[in-house]
């Protein structure tokens, strides 16, 4: 069924590199580059590097960090790419332990022409501990290499599964963090003599550790400092050149130049597709850009590609529109708003109409307004009023949350995503804003 094809084409999944489906956004993201930003400090640096990329979730870095993983690989890198969500880390509670455990899993697992023994002999040294802890047989044998390497598998999914665990196996493995990641270097070094000779500069990148919730602990420090910056020396320990994500919570706090003074070059962020400019004016580049990312995914269906998107796919060009605008340039709340129209849809066929799309509208405004607290209804108002945000833990929280999104023109600004516009606690805010504002000034105008 046609429809079916559809719904299953909008799958808000990360891109491949070279994917037929990509869509080149730069120009209404600010210029933002990953090939350029992060790749060329890799490519030309003498030395290892250590970089930080971030953006909003769901708005496409992970296919950027696949499309520069091609890029590098073409130009003389080996690149370990992974996505620490899906297998290693629990978001909910993280710490540093677990990213270096899911940096050694996936390095050994991927580069198999170097000498693991190091690494498992650092294991194996740690093995009562490991067995005890788990309840299950550990073989980390030097003499069972490809056993062993298959075997750090059930120490990473303790760290994502089993909360109790976590705990105990961090407090058995911290103190010895530091001669792991000196057997990891050694793996490495041995790495680099035995990979091509054209492959020989090895890159590896940790994705969807920016998705690792904000946690502010007693004294008011996050659990993303104690992660970025406390162990930053560690993170940067690697002998081979790293990039990690890391929650825009924190790259736009004030921490944001000791994260500068730390990791090499700038801190690129993935901008949202700009859809409307800070003056509140419609922005039809951003705009089209959306309706192409849509008319790729359609063209990819061969009974589908001939379809007008304003008549066929949609009922008009005021629908199609508006899924955009309501999109806020975030491109799986895009792809999602398709889908849950296309559910909407009574008819089960083409076109999705304007009803099916409001009530996908109004399902994901409701997933946001649960997300916003009581007290920030009028920090959201100010932010659309100013188009800035406030350095506090309160307007990270709504960062981290995509309740406030990040655009780039000149210069980055930021604003209230566009679900939020029509709920009835922000308009009250903004309208009580408003009128502050305009009390303030007929009060300067009489004195």
Same mark, same amino acid.
């Given at each position: 069924?046609?429809?079916?094809?559809i719904?299953?084409? $909008?799958?808000?999944?990360?891109?491949?590199? =070279?994917?037929k489906?990509?869509?080149?956004?730069k120009?209404?993201?600010?210029?933002?580059?990953? &090939?350029i930003?992060?790749?060329?400090?890799?490519? $030309?640096?003498?030395?290892?590097?250590?970089?930080?990329?971030?953006?909003?979730?769901?708005?496409?870095?992970?296919?950027?960090l696949?499309?520069?993983?091609?890029?590098? %690989?073409?130009?003389?890198?080996?690149?370990?790419?992974?996505?620490?969500?899906?297998?290693?880390?629990?978001?909910?509670d993280?710490?540093? !332990?677990?990213?270096?455990?899911? /940096?050694?899993?996936?390095?050994?697992?991927?580069?198999?022409?170097?000498?693991?023994?190091?690494?498992?002999?650092?294991?194996q040294?740690?093995?009562?501990?490991?067995?005890d802890?788990?309840?299950?047989?550990?073989?980390?044998? =030097?003499?069972?290499?490809?056993?062993?390497?298959?075997?750090?598998?059930?120490?990473?999914?303790?760290?994502?599964?089993?909360p109790?665990?976590?705990?105990?196996?961090r407090?058995?493995?911290?103190?010895?963090?530091?001669k792991?990641? #000196?057997?990891?270097n050694?793996?490495?070094?041995?790495?680099?003599?035995?990979?091509? #000779?054209?492959?020989?500069?090895?890159?590896?990148?940790?994705?969807?550790?920016e998705?690792?919730?904000?946690?502010?602990?007693?004294?008011?420090?996050?659990?993303? %400092?104690?992660?970025?910056?406390?162990?930053?020396?560690?993170?940067?320990?690697?002998? /081979?050149?790293?990039?990690?994500?890391?929650?825009?919570s924190?790259?736009?706090?004030?921490?944001? !130049?000791?994260?500068? %003074?730390?990791?090499?070059g700038?801190?690129?962020?993935?901008?949202m597709?700009?859809?409307?400019?800070?003056?509140?004016d419609?922005?039809?580049?951003?705009?089209?850009?959306?309706?192409?990312?849509?008319?790729?995914?359609?063209?990819?269906?061969?009974? #589908?590609?001939? &379809?007008?998107?304003?008549?066929?796919?949609?009922?008009?060009?005021?629908?199609? =529109?508006k899924? /955009?605008?309501?999109?806020?340039?975030h491109?799986?709340?895009?792809? &999602?708003?398709?889908?849950?129209?296309?559910?909407?849809?009574?008819?089960?066929s083409?076109?999705i109409? #304007?009803?099916?799309?409001?009530?996908?509208?109004?399902?994901?405004?409701?997933?946001?307004?649960?997300?916003?607290?009581?007290?920030?209804?009028?920090?959201?108002?100010?932010?659309? !009023?100013?188009?800035?945000?406030?350095?506090?833990?309160?307007?990270?929280?709504?960062?981290?949350?995509? /309740?406030?999104?990040e655009?780039?023109?000149? %210069?980055?600004?930021?604003?209230?995503?566009?679900?939020?516009k029509?709920?009835?606690?922000?308009?009250?805010?903004?309208?009580q804003?408003?009128?502050?504002?305009?009390?303030?000034?007929?009060?300067?105008n009489?004195?």
């Amino acid at each position: 069924m046609l429809i079916s094809q559809i719904y299953n084409a $909008f799958n808000p999944t990360p891109l491949p590199a =070279n994917s037929k489906l990509y869509v080149d956004c730069k120009e209404v993201r600010g210029g933002s580059n990953v &090939l350029i930003e992060l790749g060329k400090t890799i490519r $030309f640096s003498d030395e290892p590097t250590c970089q930080l990329y971030t953006g909003h979730r769901g708005g496409g870095k992970s296919t950027e960090l696949l499309r520069l993983k091609q890029d590098l %690989e073409t130009k003389g890198c080996t690149v370990v790419y992974f996505s620490a969500e899906d297998q290693d880390i629990n978001p909910e509670d993280v710490e540093y !332990t677990d990213i270096l455990i899911a /940096c050694t899993r996936h390095l050994l697992e991927t580069i198999r022409e170097a000498d693991p023994k190091p690494v498992l002999s650092w294991f194996q040294e740690r093995k009562k501990a490991f067995e005890d802890l788990m309840l299950t047989e550990i073989n980390l044998s =030097n003499a069972g290499a490809e056993v062993g390497v298959g075997d750090l598998g059930k120490i990473t999914a303790s760290f994502k599964t089993q909360p109790t665990q976590r705990a105990k196996l961090r407090k058995a493995l911290n103190p010895y963090t530091e001669k792991l990641i #000196a057997a990891l270097n050694q793996f490495i070094d041995d790495a680099k003599q035995k990979l091509p #000779a054209d492959k020989q500069r090895l890159v590896l990148i940790a994705d969807g550790l920016e998705k690792v919730t904000l946690i502010t602990n007693e004294g008011g420090r996050t659990n993303h %400092e104690e992660i970025f910056i406390d162990r930053a020396e560690q993170l940067k320990g690697l002998a /081979c050149d790293v990039i990690y994500t890391v929650p825009i919570s924190l790259a736009l706090s004030r921490r944001a !130049t000791d994260l500068l %003074e730390i990791y090499d070059g700038t801190l690129p962020v993935l901008p949202m597709i700009m859809t409307h400019t800070r003056n509140n004016d419609g922005f039809a580049d951003g705009i089209k850009k959306l309706q192409q990312i849509i008319r790729m995914r359609i063209d990819s269906i061969e009974d #589908a590609n001939r &379809l007008a998107l304003e008549t066929d796919v949609f009922d008009s060009a005021e629908t199609l =529109n508006k899924l /955009c605008e309501m999109s806020g340039g975030h491109v799986r709340n895009l792809v &999602l708003l398709v889908q849950t129209a296309i559910k909407y849809n009574e008819e089960e066929s083409l076109p999705i109409d #304007a009803e099916a799309l409001q009530q996908a509208i109004r399902q994901l405004r409701k997933t946001y307004r649960d997300t916003v607290d009581s007290d920030q209804w009028d920090l959201l108002a100010g932010v659309h !009023t100013t188009k800035q945000i406030i350095n506090d833990d309160a307007h990270r929280s709504l960062l981290f949350t995509r /309740c406030l999104l990040e655009y780039c023109e000149e %210069e980055s600004w930021h604003d209230v995503h566009p679900l939020l516009k029509d709920v009835s606690e922000f308009k009250a805010a903004f309208k009580q804003m408003q009128d502050q504002t305009k009390r303030s000034r007929e009060q300067v105008n009489d004195s």
